[in-house]
T-cell receptor
């Protein structure tokens, strides 16, 4: 199956780091890993993407294993507003298509 | 900021009706996409388009068609709506100018077919 796999749900305490794993064991060499999140009743929002190297932006950090078969999204200081469904689709830059899995529901608790 | 808008947030239609879902983006993006989202199934690609008048089938095109007459507008058409097409429909767009193409999503249309 070409889809990514993620745990269905996770909890995190407010102020702590949230580490969300993603398995993409069949990823091709030219496919990027993307992370999106979807807050209830809204469209998915882009967070970060990477190919081989770890990446960081103002929202999150992305750690990609050396074999590229898995990745971890890190929200360094989770807030209640980070409660959402997080997706890690994979995509090839030359087609523009993204392949989504079922996502992880992250619940940030006070 | 990129803006992707969808014509309706909520829509209720009857079985057998022809349904049009409209999507407009304001960033001159070449690529546009239609997904449906169902509980437990995540996002599934219905159709996508790389350019005006071009379309490609996604993973679940049956029962749907699309139209792209202008670059900024991508329409999803349900020729004869059925109850199993009750779902959340999401439109997205992306640019082909960079190697990694981030997709920008609209707010979604929740369609109920009675």
């Amino acid at each position: 199956d070409a889809k990514t796999t993620q745990p269905p749900s996770m909890d995190c305490a407010e102020g702590r780091a949230a580490n969300l794993p993603c398995n993409h064991s069949t990823i091709s060499g030219n496919e990027y890993v993307y992370w999106y999140r979807q807050i209830h009743s809204q469209g998915p929002q882009y967070i970060i993407h990477g190919l081989k190297n770890n990446e960081t932006n103002e929202m999150a950090s992305l750690i990609i294993t050396e074999d590229r078969k898995s990745s971890t999204l890190i929200l360094p200081h989770a807030t209640l507003r980070d409660t959402a469904v997080y997706y890690c689709p994979r995509g090839s830059g030359n087609t523009g298509k993204l392949i989504f899995g079922q996502g992880t529901t992250l619940q940030v608790k006070p | 900021d990129v803006k992707v808008t969808q014509s309706s947030r909520y829509l209720v239609k009857r079985t057998g009706e022809k349904v049009f879902l409209e999507c407009v983006q304001d960033m001159d993006h070449e690529n546009m996409f239609w997904y449906r989202q169902d509980p437990g199934l995540g996002l599934r690609l219905i159709y996508f388009s790389y350019d005006v008048k071009m379309k490609e089938k996604g993973d679940i095109p049956e029962g749907y068609s699309v139209s792209r007459e202008k670059k900024e507008r991508f329409s999803l058409i349900l020729e004869s709506a059925s109850t199993n097409q009750t779902s959340m429909y999401l439109c997205a767009s992306s640019s082909r100018t960079s190697w990694a193409d981030t997709q920008y999503f609209g707010p979604g249309t929740r369609l109920t077919v009675l």
